[in-house]
C-alpha cells in the first residue's frame, strides 16, 4: 500500500479509525520536543555507536539516559556526529495517537525539515502558534514566536557573512521590523502533505523501528501456498484430461471391434456409426412426431372405440384438424359411450332407416 505523509496534529483531520481500512503514513513531529546536539564521534566501531552514545550524552542532558531515545545523524567532516534526542514517552504517546487514528506509522521526521533549505539560507516557517527554523541540512528548532525571533537574530549576527532569510508564516503572525526589513516575507503556510521527507531524519529506529505486522507475513505465505495448489490442480487436471482421452479412444475401439463381429465381414469408423446413429435418430423421432399428429393420432383412437362395433363403414374423410366418419348399422356404436380424452367427438344422424351416423372428430381446444 503506498505511504502518505502528513503532521501529527492533522491525523484528526484525514484519517479515521472507523474507516475500516488501514492506511500507513510517514509523520511530521513537533520539533520543539526534540533536540539535535553535535558530539566528538566515538573511537569505537561503528556498530558500537548505539550503545555508547546514550552515555556520552548523559551530561548534555537533563533527563535520565534510560528515558531517552537516541538516533545517529549525519557524520560531518570534522570527525563529529550528529545526534537527535526525544523522550521515550512522547514517542509512544505520538505512535498511540496514530493508532487511535487507524494509521501505521513507517517514519517519523522533525517539522523543521519540512522547510526548503540551502547553502547560506536560513528558513523560517509556522506551525500552530510555533515557529519552524532550519538553518542547515540538518540542523533546525521550533520554538514561540519571541522567543524564535531573538534567536535568529542572534545567529544572524554570529555569522561572518550574515545568511538570506526566508520567512513564511500566515497573515495574522507578526514579523518584527528588524527581520522585515532583511527578509523574504512570504504570506502563507506549510503543506505538510506534498513536503519533501527524503533528507529528514527518522526518529523510529533501534527498539522503536517499525516491525512488519505478523499478518503480512502470512499474507505472503498464503499467496505461495496459493501458487503452489494452483500449480497442482493444472497438473492433476491435465492428467485427467489425458485419462478421459485414452478412455473415449478404448471405448471407439471396442465399438469398431463389436460392429465387426455383428456384421462379420464389415467394418465402419466411429465417426460413421455416429452420423448414422443421428440421421436413423432424426428419422425416428420424425415417424413418433407423424404419429402423435392428426389425422393418425385420431385414426387410432377411433380404431380403439369402434372395435368389434357389427358397424359398415360408409365413408372417411380425414384433415390435418377434423376426421369425419359416415357408418351404416350403427345400433353396437351407439349402445357405447364415445368419450376420448384428447378430442370432441361429435355424433349425428344422417338415415334412420339404414341407422346411418355421422362421427365428426377434432382435437380438443385445452389440449
Known sequence: MATQVDHLYDLDK????????VAYVDLWIPSDQITVQRIQAPTAPRRKWPSLIPWIMEERILDRVDDMHFVIGEYLEDDFVEVFSVRKTDLLNWLRVAENSGVVVRKMVPDYFALPWEVGRLSVGWREGYCLVRYSASEGFSSKPNSAWKIIERYIESEDVPPRVSISVPAHVSVPESLSKISEVNRSEVDWQTCDMRDGINLL??????????????WGVNIT??????????????LDVKKISADLREI?????????????????????????FDIQLRRM?????ATESMPLAGLRALSNVMSNCDCDLHSLDASSDTIRVRVDR???LRRRALKLSEFDVDIETIDESSDRLLLTLSPRRDQ
Not at 484525514?14 to 481500512?21: K, L
Not at 529506529?205 to 502470512?218: A, H, N, Q, T, Y
Open 14 to 21: 484525514r484519517f479515521s479509525a472507523m474507516d475500516g481500512q
Open 205 to 218: 529506529e533501534g527498539e522503536f523501528k517499525p516491525v512488519d505486522k505478523p499478518f503480512s507475513r502470512l
Open 225 to 238: 501456498l496459493a501458487t503452489i495448489l494452483c500449480a497442482l490442480m493444472f497438473g492433476y487436471l491435465q
Open 252 to 276: 471407439e475401439q471396442h465399438i469398431e471391434v463389436s460392429y465387426g463381429r455383428i456384421f462379420s465381414g464389415e467394418s465402419i469408423e466411429v465417426d460413421e456409426l455416429r452420423s448414422a
Open 285 to 289: 423421432l420424425a415417424q413418433r412426431k
Open 330 to 332: 350403427s345400433a353396437e
